[in-house]
């Protein structure tokens, strides 16, 4: 079974600075999307960013880059001039390329919250 | 875009009583909907996968007679919690998926259940 793991419960940002969350992942399959997704206090969850594993160019969508290590089954999120409104839970996530009803659920890391100072 | 709608965002019942959460996809027809339960300050953890026109698959746990899910048509999935106990209070999420081709799946915006 694939399993998710992000190690950083808390991280906190002074605004306009960077900030990295980590992601490390376990699956024999060779082909899959990885997806960071945000759930700020209305707890509704809001898709950052995704990365199809066939790719090796690292998704990027404005100030939210990943750095994506197949190999060593790693998945970090760059979230660049970080924002007042980047605070949030940031959850990774993993799914199956396969295209069978089965296994093609969305498994989730256990999150981080992200504080931004002012 | 794809828009799924979750009704009620929020719901209180009597312990011993059903509750019924609907999640309904808006401009597109879902092939396969998702129920995950989150706890407070935890992950999402899946619950159940409904395909439309057949039987839900429960994640080893999950108590399906507990958890009725009904996905009867392509716009339509819910999910019944019967006879609630206060431990059954959590926040729940639909997330749907157009087709087995598409890789955006899209969220609910949860309902929070209190069983008192």
């Known amino acids: 079974a694939q399993t998710v793991t992000q190690s950083q419960p808390e991280m906190s940002v002074q605004e306009a600075e960077t900030v990295t969350l980590s992601c490390t992942y376990d699956?024999?399959?060779?082909?899959?999307?990885l997806f960071w997704y945000k759930q700020p206090p209305s707890r509704q969850m809001i898709l950052v960013i995704r990365?199809?594993?066939?790719?090796?160019q690292n998704a990027t969508e404005n100030r939210f880059s990943v750095n994506f290590q197949k190999a060593a089954k790693s998945f970090s999120l760059k979230i660049s001039d970080s924002q007042l409104g980047d605070a949030a839970m940031y959850f990774c996530?993993?799914?199956?390329?396969?295209?069978?009803?089965?296994?093609?659920?969305?498994?989730f890391g256990a999150g981080t919250r992200l504080t931004v100072k002012p | 875009g794809a828009v799924v709608s979750q009704h009620p965002s929020r719901v209180i019942c009597k312990s011993g009583t059903s509750v019924k959460i609907e999640c309904r996809s808006l401009?597109?027809?879902?092939?396969?909907m998702f129920w995950y339960r989150q706890f407070p300050k935890q992950s999402l953890m899946l619950m159940a996968t409904?395909?439309?026109?057949?039987?839900?698959?429960?994640e080893q746990g999950v108590e399906k007679d507990k958890f009725l899910i009904n996905h009867a048509s392509l716009t339509l999935s819910t999910l019944t919690v019967t006879s609630a106990h206060p431990e059954d209070s959590s926040f729940y999420i639909c997330?749907?998926?157009?087709?087995?081709?598409?890789?955006?799946?899209?969220f609910g915006s949860g309902t929070r259940l209190t069983v008192v």
């Open positions: 997330s749907a998926r157009k087709s087995l081709a598409n890789y955006g799946y899209t």
């Open positions: 699956t024999s399959e060779s082909d899959y999307y």
């Open positions: 990365q199809e594993a066939y790719k090796q």
């Open positions: 996530a993993y799914r199956s390329a396969s295209l069978t009803y089965n296994n093609n659920d969305m498994r």
């Open positions: 401009d597109f027809q879902a092939t396969t």
């Open positions: 409904s395909n439309e026109g057949s039987k839900a698959t429960y």
